[in-house]
């Protein structure tokens, strides 16, 4: 199982980012884990999957910005330890 935490920075909150992270995941499919906005305006990501390659993909289209209304200037990347989740959702 690969983890990975993402700490995503640029105009990233309030422009429907979280949303388009959370559909990306299903998109890409077998990709689980929280997306949520830090007070700092960042949004954090906890991502995992038993294909690395499906989390490359996520990480590259993060890297993008899935939402047309965002810039992201810059991804934090690390690989985490984390309580294993079942599916990709939203927090808050």
């Known amino acids: 199982m690969k983890k990975v935490r993402l700490l995503?920075?640029?105009?990233v909150?309030?422009?429907?980012?979280?949303?388009?992270?959370?559909?990306l995941a299903l998109d890409i499919g077998d990709i689980?884990?929280?997306?949520?906005?830090?007070?700092?305006?960042?949004?954090?990501?906890l991502a995992q999957s038993?294909?690395?390659?499906?989390?490359?993909?996520?990480?590259?289209?993060?890297r993008k910005g899935p939402s047309p209304f965002s810039k992201v200037t810059y991804v934090d990347v690390t690989l985490s330890s984390f309580?294993?989740?079942?599916?990709?959702?939203?927090?808050?």
Do not use: L, M, P
């Not at 995503?8 to 105009?11: A, I, Q």
């Open 8 to 11: 995503v920075s640029g105009r």
């Open 13 to 23: 909150q309030g422009v429907g980012f979280r949303y388009s992270a959370y559909q």
């Open 32 to 45: 689980y884990g929280r997306v949520w906005n830090n007070d700092d305006g960042t949004v954090e990501i």
């Open 50 to 62: 038993e294909d690395a390659e499906k989390i490359a993909k996520f990480i590259q289209e993060i």
């Open 83 to 92: 309580s294993d989740y079942h599916d990709f959702r939203i927090a808050n």
